[in-house]
């Protein structure tokens, strides 16, 4: 079932059919001020902080309530709806409506008994309140008279569990007035005499706004149940069915913000208003609404600039195939989704809430690589952040808290720091994952320079990029488990593993081996041969064991617990063939051709589904040991046998990087949003951003998928389909092209800026292979085979590479 469509010229998704099975959403703003909202309005806003700093309520797990609502009503007939098709919930039949979630701006279109209307909302570029811009006209023949109400349901506490749980505290301390066009909310007003700058206990004076923007306030309501009314809801609100707002404030219990205007307009007239929420001192907020008495033109202004900001970026890479999905997904969403994973973490959505008072080392260190090719400069600051997290014995801080003061952190080793954060002790691949970040941005930049760099560890000392690297190779080098292979620690890339200082995980093993590779690249360019024989003979022997531990016929097993049982052999009853090591065996280098194949046509014919390839099989349930945490799941689901969505990201490059475009292109259809338009009711979630997890085979929701947004998933495919279906493999000093693609694509293009330069690539394969490359000709001139050298880069450069 269908819900909406994909407008690529506009970079929107276009939901047609509001009752979409799940609320489907989008980002607007940043963590600065950051607000998500659903196609029917739902949501909430917050400054900073998802859990401490939120301004509008939002019921987790509820129906999506509330959210950001503009009721009309037509005061001739007393009839009333909604801008968005819910909470008034009118009939479809009767009731037309679209969402268009672009990129940072959300607009909703409503056609209802002869009014049309269309709020655009948004955050403007750079600053820290929301706007409501509403346009309405009167499409019918007759003069209107409409009243027109927006409600803004504030927290009482900016800690999302005090403002949900602590009543006794948080209604009492709460109160709402009105002043001209706005009402302000005052949180701890009471405080309002304490000398300026002054905390109680920590606690101050909030101020928070709702106000009305290019036509009058003719009545307002600042009290919630007042607002709704007794036995209602925000379906019904008394204040709307009323007409009127009873121009009351908030004394305790709960504020809110509602303010109506009366319209009149005549036939074909339209109207322009805004509401505004923020949280800001009255004067400011004062000055804010003053800014928007020019609503449409002000409005029309900071729309156009924020397109234009994410258009921008979005344009550093650009690709035309045969096939509409994956255009839309790398052009747009997949893009999109990306940056938003990059700026936002973990820590805002419908599913996270904003507890996690920080950066996860791994998921952080994975999300920059997926807005390298787009924005290498955001990029590289956050690799920066990542490297001052990292202690000074080479490991990631489990987590990185949004207070991060590199130098002067607390480790895993201090009774404190586990206290604080919850994380108990080092995870095996936290470091392991800034070599390929690292490479994949000097590889996009050409910036060698930045491995000279000197970035403080997160607890003390300081080092190069270069420095940082090895001590990340010592901390593995130091904590080796029983075979002498990196030990698993409190986890490897899997939450659900626990294998502890003694046990042995695979995964890392693949990722060391890997960063050894990545790590000479570097020794090389500067010359640093006692660090290349170091690490070609560590290299060699971790190399030989793995190939001696964790080859098992046909598969690479998963690891080893502490007391040395194997994990994933072929004979387990339970979890004996897993994807990662597979995939990861290939993208490291280490697996021969015929493993590498081998492995690949197993995860293939043993894990491979319509909806993409699960983690492991079969899954736990009876068999689990004592560290497989995943038994906590219920079969098919999350790490026990889900369909993982990140992990779809690696087993596309894997066969990618293989030559096996056919395998790469068929396991990106399977997982992608896109491609999953039309089966709406089985996915459930947004079809244009990855979810964390797709249930697998052993579930009965076969096919469904969670966690919407905000997940590795969204860099891994991106780096998958960028750098293994397209094929774009820079490295220190030029760009490798070795496109792995379906055999029936005859032809693509790509839009790609590259170290100042914009290079058009036309890749032609007119005798349909699905990898290689007969001729490249860059500008005309024909290249030795497909890679080209930076020196031969111009301004702009044509790029020719005949496949077949
Ligand atoms: O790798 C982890 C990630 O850090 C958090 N979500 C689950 C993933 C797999 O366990």
């Given at each position: 079932?269908?819900?909406?469509?994909?407008?690529?010229?506009?970079?929107?998704?276009?939901?047609?059919?509001?009752?979409?099975?799940?609320?489907?959403?989008?980002?607007?703003?940043?963590?600065?001020?950051?607000?998500?909202?659903?196609?029917?309005?739902?949501?909430?806003?917050?400054?900073?902080?998802?859990?401490?700093?939120?301004?509008?309520?939002?019921?987790?797990?509820?129906?999506?309530?509330?959210?950001?609502?503009?009721?009309?009503?037509?005061?001739?007939?007393?009839?009333?709806?909604?801008?968005?098709?819910?909470?008034v919930?009118?009939?479809?039949?009767?009731?037309?409506?679209?969402?268009?979630?672009?990129?940072?701006?959300?607009?909703?279109?409503?056609?209802?008994?002869?009014?049309?209307?269309?709020?655009?909302?948004?955050?403007?570029?750079?600053?820290?309140?929301?706007?409501?811009?509403?346009?309405?006209?009167?499409?019918?023949?007759?003069?209107?008279?409409?009243t027109?109400?927006?409600?803004?349901?504030?927290?009482?506490?900016?800690?999302?569990?005090?403002?949900?749980?602590?009543?006794?505290?948080?209604?009492?301390?709460?109160?709402?007035?009105?002043c001209?066009?706005?009402?302000?909310?005052?949180?701890?007003?009471?405080?309002?005499?304490?000398?300026?700058?002054?905390?109680?206990?920590?606690?101050?004076?909030?101020?928070?706004?709702?106000?009305?923007?290019?036509?009058?306030?003719?009545?307002?309501?600042?009290?919630?149940?007042?607002?709704?009314?007794?036995?209602?809801?925000?379906?019904?609100?008394?204040?709307?069915?009323?007409?009127?707002?009873?121009?009351?404030?908030?004394?305790?219990?709960?504020?809110?913000?509602?303010?109506s205007?009366?319209?009149?307009?005549?036939?074909?007239?339209?109207?322009?208003?805004?509401?505004?929420?923020?949280?800001?001192?009255?004067?400011?907020?004062?000055?804010?609404?003053?800014?928007?008495?020019?609503?449409?033109?002000?409005?029309?202004?900071?729309?156009?600039?924020?397109?234009?900001?994410?258009?921008?970026?979005?344009?550093?890479?650009?690709?035309?195939?045969?096939?509409?999905?994956?255009?839309?997904?790398?052009?747009?969403?997949?893009?999109?989704?990306?940056?938003?994973?990059?700026?936002?973490?973990?820590?805002a959505?419908?599913?996270?809430?904003?507890?996690?008072?920080?950066?996860?080392?791994?998921?952080?260190?994975?999300?920059?690589?997926?807005?390298?090719?787009?924005?290498?400069?955001?990029?590289?600051?956050?690799?920066?952040?990542?490297?001052?997290?990292?202690?000074?014995?080479?490991?990631?801080?489990?987590?990185?808290?949004?207070?991060?003061n590199?130098g002067?952190?607390?480790?895993?080793?201090?009774?404190?720091?586990?206290?604080?954060?919850?994380?108990?002790?080092?995870?095996?691949?936290?470091?392991?994952?800034?070599?390929?970040?690292?490479?994949?941005?000097?590889?996009?930049?050409?910036?060698?320079?930045?491995?000279?760099?000197?970035?403080?560890?997160?607890?003390?000392?300081?080092?190069?990029?270069?420095?940082?690297?090895?001590?990340?190779?010592?901390f593995?080098?130091?904590?080796?488990?029983?075979?002498?292979?990196?030990?698993?620690?409190?986890?490897?890339?899997?939450?659900?593993?626990?294998?502890?200082?003694?046990?042995?995980?695979?995964?890392?093993?693949?990722?060391?081996?890997?960063?050894?590779?990545?790590?000479?690249?570097f020794?090389?360019?500067?010359?640093?041969?006692?660090?290349?024989?170091?690490?070609?003979?560590?290299?060699?022997?971790?190399?030989?064991?793995?190939?001696?531990?964790?080859?098992?016929?046909?598969?690479?097993?998963?690891?080893?617990?502490?007391?040395?049982?194997?994990?994933?052999?072929?004979?387990?009853?339970?979890?004996?063939?897993?994807?990662?090591?597979?995939?990861?065996?290939?993208?490291?280098?280490?697996?021969?051709?015929?493993?590498?194949?081998c492995?690949?046509?197993?995860?293939?014919?043993?894990?491979?589904t319509?909806?993409?390839?699960?983690?492991?099989?079969?899954p736990?349930h009876?068999?689990?040991?004592?560290?497989?945490?995943?038994?906590?799941?219920?079969?098919?689901?999350?790490?026990?046998?889900?369909?993982?969505?990140?992990?779809?990201?690696?087993?596309i490059?894997?066969?990618?990087?293989?030559?096996h475009?056919?395998?790469?292109?068929?396991?990106?259809?399977?997982?992608?949003?896109?491609?999953?338009?039309?089966?709406?009711?089985?996915?459930?979630?947004?079809?244009?951003?990855?979810?964390?997890?797709?249930?697998?085979?052993?579930?009965?929701?076969?096919?469904?998928?969670?966690?919407?947004?905000?997940?590795?998933?969204?860099?891994?495919?991106?780096v998958?389909?960028?750098?293994?279906?397209?094929?774009?493999?820079?490295?220190?000093?030029g760009?490798?092209?070795?496109?792995?693609?379906?055999?029936?694509?005859?032809?693509?293009?790509?839009?790609?800026?590259f170290?100042?330069?914009?290079?058009?690539?036309?890749?032609?394969?007119?005798?349909?292979?699905?990898?290689?490359?007969?001729?490249?000709?860059?500008?005309?001139?024909?290249?030795?085979?497909?890679?080209?050298?930076?020196?031969?880069?111009?301004?702009?450069?044509?790029?020719?590479?005949?496949?077949?």
């Open positions: 079932m269908k819900y909406g469509y994909f407008d690529e010229s506009k970079k929107e998704y276009v939901i047609t059919r509001p009752d979409t099975p799940a609320p489907w959403v989008n980002y607007l703003g940043s963590p600065e001020y950051g607000a998500i909202i659903s196609n029917n309005a739902g949501g909430y806003s917050f400054a900073k902080s998802g859990a401490n700093g939120r301004i509008l309520r939002y019921v987790f797990n509820q129906f999506d309530e509330p959210g950001r609502y503009i009721y009309i009503r037509d005061n001739e007939n007393r009839d009333y709806w909604s801008a968005s098709w819910q909470p919930g009118k009939s479809l039949d009767t009731y037309k409506s679209e969402c268009h979630h672009g990129t940072a701006y959300t607009k909703m279109k409503a056609v209802y008994d002869g009014i049309s209307s269309e709020v655009r909302y948004y955050v403007p570029l750079d600053q820290s309140y929301e706007v409501w811009n509403l346009g309405i006209t009167n499409d019918s023949d007759r003069e209107r008279e409409l027109v109400t927006g409600y803004a349901e504030f927290t009482n506490n900016s800690n999302y569990e005090q403002d949900q749980v602590n009543l006794q505290y948080s209604q009492f301390i709460t109160r709402t007035v009105f001209e066009n706005r009402i302000r909310q005052m949180i701890h007003a009471n405080l309002d005499k304490i000398e300026n700058g002054k905390e109680i206990d920590h606690k101050t004076v909030i101020n928070r706004f709702f106000g009305l923007a290019g036509a009058k306030a003719d009545s307002w309501c600042g009290e919630k149940e007042e607002f709704l009314g007794r036995y209602h809801g925000y379906g019904n609100p008394k204040g709307v069915e009323d007409g009127v707002l009873n121009n009351r404030g908030n004394y305790n219990e709960n504020g809110c913000g509602a303010i205007t009366v319209l009149h307009l005549k036939p074909g007239e339209t109207r322009e208003i805004a509401f505004l929420v923020g949280m800001k001192e009255d004067d400011e907020a004062a000055e804010i609404v003053a800014g928007y008495e020019n609503t449409e033109e002000v409005c029309k202004k900071e729309l156009e600039e924020l397109t234009a900001y994410w258009h921008g970026k979005l344009s550093h890479f650009q690709v035309k195939t045969p096939s509409k999905e994956f255009d839309t997904m790398i052009n747009t969403w997949n893009a999109y989704n990306c940056f938003m994973t990059f700026i936002w973490s973990r820590a959505s419908f599913t996270y809430c904003g507890l996690r008072n920080g950066y996860g080392y791994r998921d952080t260190v994975q999300d920059i690589q997926g807005v390298i090719h787009l924005a290498p400069e955001m990029a590289v600051d956050k690799i920066r952040f990542m490297l001052s997290a990292q202690v000074d014995n080479g490991g990631g801080l489990p987590l990185v808290k949004f207070t991060h590199p002067h952190e607390d480790t895993p080793d201090d009774a404190s720091y586990v206290q604080e954060t919850g994380h108990p002790a080092y995870r095996a691949d936290d470091a392991l994952w800034l070599f390929p970040t690292v490479y994949k941005y000097v590889s996009e930049t050409g910036d060698t320079a930045f491995m000279d760099e000197v970035i403080p560890f997160a607890n003390k000392d300081e080092g190069t990029v270069y420095e940082h690297l090895k001590r990340a190779i010592d593995s080098m130091n904590h080796l488990g029983k075979h002498s292979m990196p030990a698993g620690l409190y986890a490897d890339w899997n939450d659900c593993l626990r294998l502890g200082k003694d046990g042995e995980s695979t995964f890392v093993a693949f990722q060391f081996y890997y960063a050894m590779t990545i790590l000479r690249i020794a090389e360019h500067k010359k640093d041969t006692e660090y290349i024989a170091f690490l070609d003979e560590n290299q060699k022997k971790l190399g030989n064991l793995i190939q001696e531990l964790c080859w098992d016929e046909d598969r690479f097993i998963r690891g080893f617990t502490e007391s040395g049982e194997t994990i994933g052999k072929r004979t387990d009853p339970e979890a004996n063939m897993w994807l990662n090591p597979q995939s990861w065996a290939v993208i490291s280098g280490l697996a021969d051709e015929k493993q590498a194949d492995a690949l046509q197993q995860v293939y014919d043993r894990l491979n319509e909806y993409g390839a699960i983690l492991m099989d079969p736990y009876e068999h689990a040991f004592d560290g497989a945490l995943a038994v906590i799941y219920n079969a098919g689901t999350k790490e026990n046998a889900g369909i993982f969505s990140q992990s779809q990201g690696w087993i490059l894997a066969e990618a990087l293989r030559g475009g056919e395998r790469a292109f068929t396991y990106f259809m399977e997982n992608a949003p896109a491609a999953q338009n039309d089966k709406a009711e089985i996915r459930r979630l947004e079809p244009y951003c990855y979810g964390q997890f797709t249930e697998g085979k052993d579930s009965p929701n076969f096919g469904r998928s969670h966690v919407h947004w905000l997940t590795g998933t969204a860099s891994t495919v991106m998958g389909c960028v750098e293994g279906i397209l094929g774009m493999r820079p490295d220190l000093y760009l490798r092209i070795a496109p792995s693609i379906p055999k029936e694509w005859e032809m693509f293009e790509i839009d790609k800026d170290r100042g330069c914009h290079l058009h690539i036309t890749v032609k394969n007119p005798g349909h292979a699905e990898s290689g490359c007969k001729k490249l000709f860059v500008n005309g001139q024909e290249m030795k085979d497909n890679y080209i050298p930076q020196t031969v880069l111009t301004d702009e450069t044509d790029i020719e590479l005949i496949m077949s």
